[in-house]
């Protein structure tokens, strides 16, 4: 099982940015997709972006695209999520998803 902690949330204006951290302990990210999900307030979860382990696959839901951006360090066994232009609507607890772990999320909140 590997543990995964989430940081980097926090409050911001719309329009602003925030980088999302994700890093494994216990054991590594080696060979393993990693996603994002999100949920907001009353919503279900939902996803938000993926990487492969090679880096070469980024998948992303079509209302981040173009303003998110997700990216890996193997060698630190740390995701990224990048958010720009970020919306009132993006506010949520966002998730880093390892096969079937979870980590206990971090608060994003976009104030308009």
């Known amino acids: 099982q590997v543990q995964l902690v989430e940081s980097g949330g926090g409050l911001v204006q719309a329009g602003g940015s925030l980088r999302l951290s994700c890093v494994a302990s216990?054991?590594?990210?080696?060979?393993?997709?990693i996603r994002w999900f999100r949920q907001a307030p009353g919503k279900e979860r939902e996803f938000v972006a993926s990487i492969s382990w090679t880096k070469i696959t980024t998948n992303y839901a079509p209302s981040v695209k173009g303003r998110f951006t997700i990216s890996r360090d193997n060698a630190k066994d740390t995701v990224y999520l990048q958010m720009n232009s970020l919306k009132p609507e993006d506010t949520a607890v966002y998730y880093c998803?390892?096969?079937?772990?979870w980590g206990q999320g971090t608060q994003v909140t976009v104030s308009a």
């Open positions: 998803n390892a096969i079937t772990d």
């Open positions: 216990g054991r590594s990210f080696v060979g393993v997709d």
